[in-house]
């Protein structure tokens, strides 16, 4: 029903650039089905995948999950400056076994130079969303003309992005902690340089609305319940990576069921803890819940339980 009612009111799909850390936790995995299914059901054109984390398994996963959904054409870029080393990640080997066309990270183009290759070739605006680390997004800002525009960064995002929408940030009380912003010290470095420098609105949905909605686990149909299962979260997971993604396909804050506080955002780059300057009319922004948390879960718990064939439009 509620891909029905954002269909009633939207003439054309928003150009949508989805950048993730895919990385520990598998909420990554529900933002990204709910994106996979939107643009399945016209509401949205996912244009690129960016990873803002890199591991052994990340590419083919994710490939897996976009061609079980029939858009093994979309493309994704790393980010390779991020490539972590180690860390074994259950939900990612488990979907890379499901990717059928021995895809893998050596295919993938640097992201921030597939975003400037997107971004240049729309006729429109896009919306940028990151549900993990900035990084990519400060790498697009900071790039150079190349062969895909003879804009810089700053110029090309101020030309053919509409908005972005962060996860990130704890926007509660003063001097908030949160993991994308704090995890790594290039994290802190590219929050802090986001805040100063983009040019475009830039809305930031917080740790403190999505900790206590409780989303997913293994009865999710596909490869996404098989992601939380192999994460050991059968029962679910707090929702800050679904939320954005929800408030991103209905594509205004009102109507996805918050409140906006407008004003000025700072992240602190040693530290990466974030605080908030409040005025009428600034560019920043962070989302506050008007509804109760029953409603943000079964707007998701409804997208996750479409069967595929359901999302077509
Ligand atoms: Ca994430």
Not at 290 to 305: G, N, S, T, W
Request: glycine content about 10%; charged content about 25%; proline content about 5%.
């Amino acid at each position: 029903m509620i891909f029905e009612e954002i269909k009633a009111t939207r003439e054309q799909p928003i150009d949508l650039l989805f950048g993730t850390d895919w990385w520990t936790d598998c909420d990554d995995v529900a933002a990204l089905e709910i994106l996979l299914k939107a643009h399945r059901a016209g509401l949205i054109r996912l244009r690129a995948i960016g990873v803002n984390s890199v591991m052994q398994y990340s590419a083919p996963s994710l490939k897996a999950m976009c061609e079980a959904h029939g858009l093994g054409e979309i493309p994704i870029g790393l980010d390779r400056s991020a490539v972590r080393k180690g860390i074994l990640c259950l939900y990612q080997k488990k979907l890379a076994a499901f990717c059928r066309s021995g895809f893998s990270n050596a295919d993938c183009p640097d992201a921030f130079r597939l975003y400037r290759r997107v971004l240049a070739s729309l006729p429109g605006k896009a919306v940028i969303v990151d549900v993990g680390f900035p990084q990519i997004i400060m790498q697009l800002l900071r790039s150079q003309p190349d062969a895909y525009s003879e804009l810089d960064g700053t110029e090309l995002v101020k030309s053919k992005v509409s908005e972005i929408l962060l996860m990130g940030g704890r926007w509660d009380k003063p001097f908030g902690r949160e993991y994308n912003f704090c995890a790594y010290p290039v994290n802190r470095k590219a929050a802090s340089y986001i805040c100063r420098h983009c040019p475009v609105p830039l809305t930031f949905l917080g740790y403190e609305v999505g900790k206590d909605i409780v989303t997913g686990g293994k009865a999710v149909p596909g490869l996404t319940g098989r992601a939380y299962a192999a994460h050991g979260s059968g029962n679910g997971r707090p929702s800050w990576d679904p939320m954005t993604a929800v408030a991103a396909v209905i594509g205004d804050a009102e109507k996805a069921g918050y409140r906006k506080i407008t004003g000025r955002a700072v992240v602190n780059p040693k530290y990466g803890t974030n605080r908030f300057q409040a005025c009428a009319g600034g560019t920043h922004a962070y989302l506050v819940k008007k509804k109760d948390d029953r409603f943000y879960q079964a707007q998701i718990e409804e997208i996750l339980m479409l069967p595929l064939e359901e999302t077509d439009g």
